[in-house]
């Protein structure tokens, strides 16, 4: 490689990372309860070597009963030793994975177009910023898709195995791609018998596993849901091919997979994109053929599942199109970058000035400031009543306070969903995670309630021993969190 | 002779299903059909409209200013078949079946006879196409047009006779005068032909020039009526500067800095960007597949339940047809990609998108890639057009079923149904009272007053008023000989006394007033229910 290039793509990969960590902690603004769990788990298994059931070393880790693959947590371990139980070491593994995807794809192309596009797409850049398993299934899925075109077929092999380790949604896409190589590319076949050997054995753990998810599989398959079938997967397939999803919304039935007024794609690259998918399609060899394939079949999870359109099942669409937005953009050269840095001026206005406004509610914030407003009192009250109603307090409780592992292994009251779908825990220690009733609960005493202004209204904050601890306000000014307590 | 029965065949097809049922299915005749043509029998009884203008390039009709060019063809179709629907309706459906017929010569010239017959073999049975020759729809007509035009100028660029040229700017001139969205997309599709071609207008100077002088003078009509009326209000109605809502997220994101007046919040967020970024996303909406082939668009009277503008199957054929042609690109084939571009950009300039009806003329470039995308298919194995014609027959079938069947039934304020059994019915009764009190519920129910009860014209004239514009920039008549179009609730129409009121049923009580006759929807539901004061 020659000097000028290495140093190039140095300065790509920064500009990559700079935008991947420039506040990671606060935005996306909030965290989900996917991101605590995931951030709790690893805390757990640091300090115990168990999960939060006190199962020792999990591949799947049961979590809100949704069965998370458990690599992101193992990711996270060192992590959350190096800079403590928090959401920047939480969702550091996705920020450095993500960042590293760059000289993957660099790799992968061996020009500095599609890497540069990479380091600086919205898509990238959001499940960079946050605990996404999906992203971490992207750099995985990427780099063995790499070391199979390198005839390096058991790393590829390790790596893809890791995908299923990692991801829900890899298990559809995995294989697809898996044969899609082996029919573009057809390698000799006893150069796979070990590579195949290994990709079952890493499976083993999963199938033993498989029995306590199918019911959530249920939950979110397409098919679990009336209405005419092939309509249904049509729309959803050519949803994730609008030009609404890529380039001007992204995902718009889920906030948390995108800001919004942006779309996944910054809006010059439609012309990038439609450029180098038509050099593909002329030069018609082994590489256009994967590009499109890969393309055409990342879409296939995400169309069969139950939302209308979704920013994380699609992600692996983001490799093939970054790649032909690359090769567009190295006819167009500095010609079309002024339409790109104007682009990514607005995105970056949009991600870090504006995005808290509209995603704050979805993202969950005002868990970490009601926590924080409610732990001096802690010692001096006999129960806190906390509103379920923003979904899993109990994840946070123990993510926010840093509750040691052991403690909270032994006294573990998790209560399954009948139907399959995500269960949940109804109290720990002084905490009881329920819906307030102020009618009924306005006489207790000794207790803190944090509630919406529906739970606590403002006419009824009235009994004499009534102490207000404080208020939570989402930063577009709404009322959140109403925080009070009965001496 | 025998090479073209085929096409002849596709002609028949393409006239049975436009013109089988036409009178009653789309079930009921809308405003803007009652409108061309109560206007077309104005202008032959009168030489004018109804409000009066002497033989205009623009009718004013609700204040909408639609082109005039379908009320003039309608004059002896009016005069052939009487003032009823079958005659309204009837230029469109002739001109659905030469817009079939157009397809085929406009491919044959583009690409091949072979995949022209199947282009017009799909555009016949085509549910976007179907849907807008059924029904006095201008876009249909004005798209035939340029459909005529493009293969006329095709052929004069293969080979430049000066009567190719001449007759393709008079069909690209009478689409001008028919349909808005072809004052846009005519000569957009022009400039773009004279980019791409400019060596044939450059070694035929002569040639060109006649013909540009000859588009200078027959647009001098509608350049003055466009400044002496006031037809250009249409855009500002409808336009894309008519929608706040882009104002209001430039403002909304200022706010977000914190500081309204700083610099960079005033370059990020402005009206200029937030417009721009709106007009660029109303043209992407028409490229989503979902409006496309799945769901179409969102207005009842343009849709089908549960269909798409194409059918389901047409997605997998574009894709093969759009990667032939980048394959196999050659200069006049370009000529498509300039369509399928250009298509949505009238639409695009208004609020409401994607828009199938003026988004219409993108039908052309789409069928004509579907159809070159079958025949590769069908060429690579003969065996595919068994399989081809089964999933087609089923997707014909169960589509006709949804417009014939369903449609009236699931949307049966689609299309203003119950008018000719109402009009029939207070003409009748006339005399009883000295006043009628129509609902305005149902659009725009004074033409369809005038439409069914054939008033005439003269009377009409010069007796009425144009109410003030809606927010849309729409007008209405309130009143006119004994009738008077207002919403009817109860409250302000129960102490109308010695009048018939024709209410909605839901503006009338259920108990304790008597309704003398009610008139139901398709699906048993009452449209109108009819009270004797």
């Known amino acids: 490689m020659k000097m000028s290039r290495l140093i190039i793509l140095v300065f790509i990969t920064i500009l990559g990372l700079i935008l991947r960590l420039f506040y990671l902690d606060s935005r996306p603004v909030g965290f989900t309860w996917d991101e605590a769990a995931l951030g709790y788990n690893a805390y757990s298994l640091l300090k115990t070597g168990k999960d939060e059931y006190g199962k020792v070393l999990p591949v799947v880790f049961k979590s809100f009963g949704d069965y998370k693959p458990g690599l992101y947590i193992y990711f996270t371990v060192p992590t959350v030793k190096f800079f403590g139980l928090n959401e920047f070491a939480t969702r550091l593994p996705s920020a450095i994975l993500g960042t590293l995807l760059i000289l993957v794809v660099y790799l992968l192309t061996k020009n500095l177009y599609a890497p540069l596009l990479l380091a600086i797409n919205p898509w990238a850049i959001h499940f960079s910023r946050g605990a996404w398993e999906a992203n971490i299934a992207l750099f995985l899925t990427t780099l063995a898709v790499l070391l199979f075109i390198k005839r390096r077929y058991l790393y590829s092999s390790l790596f893809f195995g890791l995908t299923f380790w990692t991801y829900q949604g890899a298990k559809m896409f995995t294989p697809l791609l898996i044969l899609t190589l082996l029919i573009i590319y057809r390698p000799n076949i006893k150069k796979l018998i070990l590579p195949v050997l290994l990709g079952l054995a890493m499976l083993i753990p999963l199938i033993l596993n498989f029995g306590s998810q199918s019911g959530r599989l249920k939950v979110f398959s397409v098919f679990s849901y009336s209405g005419d079938l092939v309509r249904g997967i049509t729309q959803r397939y050519l949803n994730h091919l609008s030009p609404k999803y890529l380039f001007m919304s992204g995902d718009w039935s889920n906030i948390r997979h995108s800001i919004p007024y942006y779309g996944y794609f910054h809006l010059p690259e439609i012309i990038t994109i439609l450029m180098g998918m038509i050099i593909l399609l002329r030069a018609n060899n082994q590489a256009a053929k994967l590009l499109i394939g890969w393309l055409l079949l990342a879409i296939l999870p995400s169309a069969l599942s139950r939302d209308i359109v979704s920013g994380v099942r699609s992600l692996p669409m983001l490799i093939p199109l970054v790649i032909m937005s690359g090769i567009g953009l190295s006819k167009l050269k500095f010609f079309y970058s002024p339409a790109l840095l104007l682009s990514l001026i607005l995105f970056v206005d949009l991600y870090f000035i504006h995005s808290p406004f509209f995603t704050a509610k979805d993202m969950l914030y005002p868990y970490k400031e009601a926590l924080q407003i409610i732990e001096p009192y802690l010692k001096d009250y006999n129960r806190v009543i906390f509103t379920d109603k923003l979904g899993q307090p109990y994840i946070y409780t123990l993510f926010y306070y840093k509750i040691d592992p052991i403690l909270y292994q032994s006294q573990n009251k998790f209560v399954d969903n009948a139907n399959g779908d995500v269960g949940y825990v109804p109290s720990f220690e002084k905490f009881v995670f329920q819906k307030v009733d102020w009618r009924t609960q306005r006489g207790d005493s000794l207790t803190i309630f944090v509630g919406d202004s529906f739970e606590l209204p403002e006419q009824d904050m009235n009994p004499v021993n009534l102490v207000r601890l404080g208020e939570v306000y989402y930063p577009s000014g709404l009322h959140a969190l109403r925080i009070v307590a009965l001496k | ?533």
Not at chain 2, 122 to 143: C, D, I, K, M
Not at chain 2, 367 to 396: E, N, R, T, W
């Open chain 2, 1 to 533: 002779m025998k090479k073209y029965i085929p096409i002849l065949l596709i002609l028949c097809l393409a006239t049975v299903l436009r013109i089988w049922n036409i009178t009653s299915s789309p079930s009921g005749l809308n405003a803007d059909e009652a409108a061309l043509g109560y206007n077309a029998y104005s202008l032959m009884l009168t030489g004018r409209d109804e409000h009066g203008h002497p033989w205009p390039v623009n009718l004013e009709s609700f204040g909408d200013f639609k082109p005039a060019g379908y009320a003039y063809i309608l004059i002896p179709f009016i005069k052939v078949f009487g003032f009823t629907e079958f005659a309204v309706r009837l230029p469109s459906v002739i001109f659905g079946v030469l817009g079939v017929l157009g397809i085929y010569l406009l491919t044959k010239e583009l690409i091949n006879w072979q995949t022209g017959q199947l282009a017009a073999l799909l555009l016949a049975v085509s549910p976007w196409h179907l849907h807008f020759s059924r029904g006095a729809w201008e876009v249909n007509v004005s798209t035939t047009l340029i459909v005529l035009g493009m293969w006329l100028l095709i052929k004069w660029l293969k080979d430049p006779k000066l009567h190719y040229l001449l007759i393709s700017n008079l069909y690209f001139l009478i689409s001008i005068y028919t349909y808005q969205s072809s004052r846009v997309i005519v000569p957009l599709l022009g400039l773009g032909i004279f980019i791409l071609f400019f060596k044939n207008f450059r070694v035929n100077y002569k040639q060109s020039l006649l013909s540009a002088l000859l588009l200078v003078l027959l647009l001098l009509p509608l350049s003055l009526s466009l400044i002496t009326t006031d037809a250009k209000s249409r855009l500002s109605g409808v336009g894309l500067l008519a929608d706040s809502g882009p104002t209001e997220r430039a403002k909304e994101l200022r706010i977000q800095h914190g500081d309204l007046k700083s610099i960079p919040s005033k370059l990020l967020h402005n009206r200029p960007v937030q417009y721009g970024l709106r007009f660029i996303q109303n043209y992407l909406d028409h490229f989503d597949g979902n409006f496309l082939f799945v769901n179409g668009d969102v207005i009842e009277r343009s849709k089908v339940p549960e269909m798409g503008l194409f059918y389901l199957t047409d997605f997998i054929f574009i894709i093969i047809g759009a990667m032939y042609l980048i394959r196999n690109s050659s200069f006049i084939n370009r000529i498509i990609w300039l369509w399928l571009l250009v298509a949505p950009v009238a639409s695009a300039m208004t609020f409401q998108t994607p828009h199938a009806l003026r988004a219409f003329n993108m039908v052309i470039p789409m069928i004509i890639i579907i159809s070159l995308g079958m025949y590769q298919v069908i060429k690579y194995k003969k065996l595919f057009v068994v399989l081809i014609v089964a999933i087609y027959a089923f997707q014909i079938s169960d589509y006709l079923y949804k417009y014939h069947v369903r449609y009236p039934k699931e949307y049966p304020a689609a299309w203003e149904y119950g008018f000719k059994e109402l009009v029939a019915y207070t003409e009748s009764v006339k005399d009883k009272y000295p006043k009628i009190w129509v609902t305005d519920k149902y659009d725009q129910p004074y033409i369809l007053f005038l439409f069914y009860s054939k008033y005439d014209p003269r009377k009409f004239q010069g007796n009425h008023t144009l109410s003030f514009r809606d927010k849309f920039n729409f007008s209405t008549v309130r009143d006119y000989d004994k009738y008077h179009f207002e919403s009817a609730p109860w409250d302000k129409v129960r102490n109308q006394h010695s009048a018939l009121i024709v209410a909605a049923p839901e503006d009338i009580p259920e108990l304790g007033v008597d309704v003398i006759k009610t008139i139901n929807f398709p699906n048993g539901l009452p449209a109108f229910k009819i009270v004797s004061n």
